[in-house]
């Protein structure tokens, strides 16, 4: 596309070159490739279980991990509003129609967290409690309490602002408890915790500004230095939106760009300085009292990861030393094999020159274990063994919208899916020299989305980057584990909260 000087000066204020925009708009016309998947990642096939002395295993493993000197970090992505947590809300404020969802709602009022904060909101705004106007059939006087700006404006804050949980004689946002649960596992030998949140900019002084209130008490009753630090998703990632016929999308004349989801943090992953880094949605958290499986898995997760890293770091160096003998090549082979669950068709037939060549760039990549969880119905990308673009096999999360639909093959694959990703993920993100990888190296450019939005009455074409622990981790050496469904919690909507995962 031709450019003029508000594009070209537009362009250089966020960080994007004139090739980006083009590959952009050609990638919104022309969509992503349909992935190739072998089969379906099951227990067994693609997802290890875990035995009570391999769990005892890996547990040891992390502790000694942390005991001598390792470097860990918990990334925490909370960049969006509330807002979809709140949608049947909002709705019923606008057309007061009441559902199933909303007779949930204030049928169980009492039990949220924040009742208190709504009661005394419902009082300073209306000069009277939640259970006058309920009764007064004031409802939606109640709900705009909770959602609106002149309320608690809970449906345009963070997550990790909200209150989600009672706590003793306080209660907790989702950013406490993220702290507390980074007490039970990611201390390093000295003590600290490093947490890091990925934050809207619109969001950055409300969270700066909690944080600094919470830290005393948090630090007092666990024990720990909290070092939490933010950074936000940068602008240069952002993408840019067309029409339904290909071409830009503009408002006032100027190219529309928007935040390119989640794929679009693998920049801030990258500037992490530890080694081992614990990825976790915010809105994935539970009390103390419920967190004891959450801690034992997460350390399960960083053990795994660390003894992979360990076997990867000595198989390397034989590998750099000189050339291995046969049998030490088939021992990395089978390891490639039954481990990392990465093949590549003729990988036996290869001289012992080309197989030692082929094994040390297969290990040579950042190494995640991602924990899945058996699907009893919770939304989520699911686990597949996936033909990649050098004709290699290897584990890979992938999204439905991924998938060809009209593929009879496909879809039966899908079936037969197990398990589901919960965002449940330990990273090793440094090479075997302690420098961390240029993880742009790693992602595969043709998994990126597309999808249909609205935007002031116009239907337009979003581009996604490709997601954080889909494309943009394609090609990462992965090992996918099983976790117990009640290390996955997430708040989806404001009614989860009441579930009993989520009550002290």
């Known amino acids: 596309m031709t450019l003029d000087s508000r594009d070209i000066n537009q362009l250089k204020a966020k960080g994007i070159s004139e090739a980006q925009l083009n590959l952009q708009l050609q990638n919104l016309r022309t969509g992503f490739p349909y992935l190739h998947v072998l089969a379906p990642a099951t227990p067994g096939n693609g997802i290890l279980t875990l035995t009570d002395q391999e769990r005892n295993k890996y547990t040891g493993a992390w502790e000694r991990y942390l005991r001598n000197g390792g470097t860990v970090v918990k990334m925490v992505p909370a960049s969006g509003a509330a807002s979809r947590m709140f949608k049947d809300l909002f709705t019923f404020a606008a057309d007061g129609v009441k559902t199933p969802f909303i007779d949930k709602f204030f049928a169980d009022i009492h039990e949220f967290a924040f ?16 259970d006058t106007l309920t009764s007064a059939g004031r409802l939606t006087d109640v709900v705009n309490a909770l959602i609106a700006p002149e309320g608690l404006n809970y449906g345009q804050l963070p997550k990790a602002m909200l209150t989600f949980h009672k706590a003793a004689d306080a209660t907790r946002t989702p950013l406490e408890e993220h702290l507390a649960e980074g007490a039970g596992y990611a201390a390093d030998a000295n003590g600290n915790v490093h947490v890091h949140f990925t934050v809207s900019p619109d969001h ?14 948090m630090e007092m009753e666990y024990g720990k230095h909290f070092t939490v630090d933010m950074s936000i ?29 989640h794929g679009a943090l693998l920049e801030n992953l990258g500037e992490m300085k530890e080694a081992v880094v614990f990825i976790k949605n915010i809105d994935n958290v539970v009390p103390d009292s419920r967190r004891a499986s959450t801690l034992e898995y997460k350390q399960i997760l960083g053990g795994l990861l660390v003894d992979a890293q360990q076997r990867i770091a000595h198989y390397s160096d034989l590998l750099r030393c000189g050339l291995p003998s046969r049998p030490v090549l088939n021992e990395i082979l089978d390891f490639m ?21 082929y094994l040390l760039c297969k290990l040579d990549r950042p190494v995640r274990v991602c924990g899945m969880v058996r699907n009893d119905g919770e939304p989520g990308g699911g686990p597949f063994l996936t033909y990649n673009p050098d004709g290699t096999v290897s584990p890979q999360i992938l999204e439905s919208s991924q998938l060809n639909p009209k593929s009879e093959q496909t879809q039966r694959l899908l079936k037969e899916s197990t398990h589901f990703n919960p965002v449940d993920l330990a990273c090793f993100i440094q090479d075997v020299e302690g420098e961390t990888f240029n993880l ?13 939005k609205s935007r002031k009455g116009t239907e337009i074409k979003a581009l996604e980057l490709p997601g954080l622990w889909n494309g943009s981790m394609s090609d990462w050496n992965t090992i996918f584990v099983e976790v117990p469904a009640d290390t996955f919690n997430p708040v989806k909507t404001v009614n989860d909260l009441l ?6």
């Open 337 to 357: 094999h039954n481990t990392l669950f990465t093949t590549g068709e003729g990988a036996e037939d290869m001289d012992d020159l080309e197989l030692a060549d």
């Open 233 to 261: 998703q940068k602008p240069s990632t952002d993408t840019v939106a067309a029409n339904l016929d290909g071409t830009p999308y503009r408002e006032d004349g100027e190219l529309f760009f928007r935040p390119a989801g």
């Open 115 to 130: 009742f208190r904060e709504l009661d005394d909101t419902c009082r300073r705004l209306y000069n009277a409690d939640v």
């Open 499 to 504: 579930r009993d995962a989520h009550k002290a």
């Open 440 to 452: 742009q190296d790693f992602v595969d450019p043709d998994t990126g989305f597309i999808s249909q």
């Open 204 to 217: 950055i002084e409300l969270m700066r500004t909690k944080i600094a209130a919470a830290l005393p008490a």
